[in-house]
């Protein structure tokens, strides 16, 4: 009745209970989750380098016309789009031309333009992010990308976190816009970047760690399977299973061994026997022979 009524008039103090609770301080920062190793605490987030899209600049400008016919072939994530050009084409035609086909071929491209050239952009940032662009024309021709084509990659976000009340300075990766600790009281630690300059975005203040976060950092402690204690103990005993198959061969070739050795033993006191039961004979036959012969 208790728990009933708690959860009908209490609810959201009994789920921070058992839920971790952080809040971050700048608009440009949304706390996403905790990790295992997050301790409670308030941690300034500094950012070093924003997370940039994978950008094309074509080498050739597009003064007035395009000067040849000209098939551009784009590539991401392992999808092409084929854009064929004409040289009657203005540069808003070229790109409006472009990104009619990134949206039919679902390329996630944007044609835009800068000056006289042609600008190809990633629609999604960080490091992960990557396209091709090949031409039919030679690169002092059309936009100029050439035959041999060319490629851009974004760049991830990057930054640390530094613990307010020590100053100690902390690690963290980034993957795009989400940065996340990588050691001591942050590690696990993950907030969004909604950012467009470096600089220090506040501070990330994690509450307390619930009871279900402490029982699940808990568990994946135990069943990480790199880290864990499951795995690192599975890893001991197969080792020590390795170090008796060792033991056991090595025992088992020395047995080998010595059955070689007593194998060989035995055929020379064998062979020593036969000799000996021949002599045995030999002697009895000259015995006999001494016996029967008459004195003279």
């Known amino acids: 009745s208790q728990l009933d009524d708690q959860l009908e008039n209490n609810f959201e103090e009994l789920k921070s209970l058992f839920l971790a609770s952080a809040q971050a301080t700048h608009p ?20 070093s380098s924003v997370a940039s899209p994978a950008q094309l600049i074509s080498p050739m400008a597009i003064n007035g ?7 551009l072939s784009f590539t991401m994530d392992g999808q092409v789009s084929v854009v064929d050009l004409t040289k009657k084409m203005k540069l808003d035609e070229v790109v409006t031309t472009i990104n009619d086909q990134f949206g039919i071929d679902g390329l996630n491209l944007v044609a835009s333009e800068q000056g006289s050239n042609l600008v190809i952009t990633s629609a999604s940032s960080g490091a992960d992010v990557s396209f091709s662009v090949v031409s039919d024309q030679p690169a002092n021709q059309g936009t100029g990308f050439g035959t041999g084509g060319a490629s851009a990659s974004g760049t991830d976000l ?3 976190y530094t613990d307010t009340a020590t100053g100690d ?5 980034a993957s795009g816009n989400t940065l996340t600790g990588t050691e001591g009281p942050v590690q696990g630690l993950s907030v969004l970047f909604s950012g467009s300059a470096p600089g220090t975005y506040g501070t990330v203040d994690i509450l307390k760690v619930g009871f279900a976060e402490r029982l699940k950092q808990s568990v994946e402690s135990i069943t990480d399977s790199l880290e864990g ?27 080998s061994i010595r059955e070689g050795h007593l194998l060989a033993q035995f055929a020379r006191a064998d062979q020593a026997l036969q000799q000996l039961s021949f002599l045995q004979a030999s002697i009895g036959q000259q015995l006999n022979q001494l016996a029967s012969v008459s004195p003279i």
């Open 65 to 71: 016309n395009l000067g040849v016919d000209e098939t």
């Open 158 to 160: 990057q930054g640390t």
């Open 28 to 47: 440009d920062i949304a706390f996403l989750s905790l990790g295992p190793g997050a301790v409670a605490g308030s941690y300034q987030i500094d950012i």
């Open 169 to 173: 300075v902390y690690a963290a990766s």
């Open 229 to 255: 204690s499951i795995h690192t103990r599975v890893e001991s005993l197969e080792a020590s299973i390795r170090d008796l198959d060792n033991d056991i061969r090595n025992f088992e070739d020395r047995l």
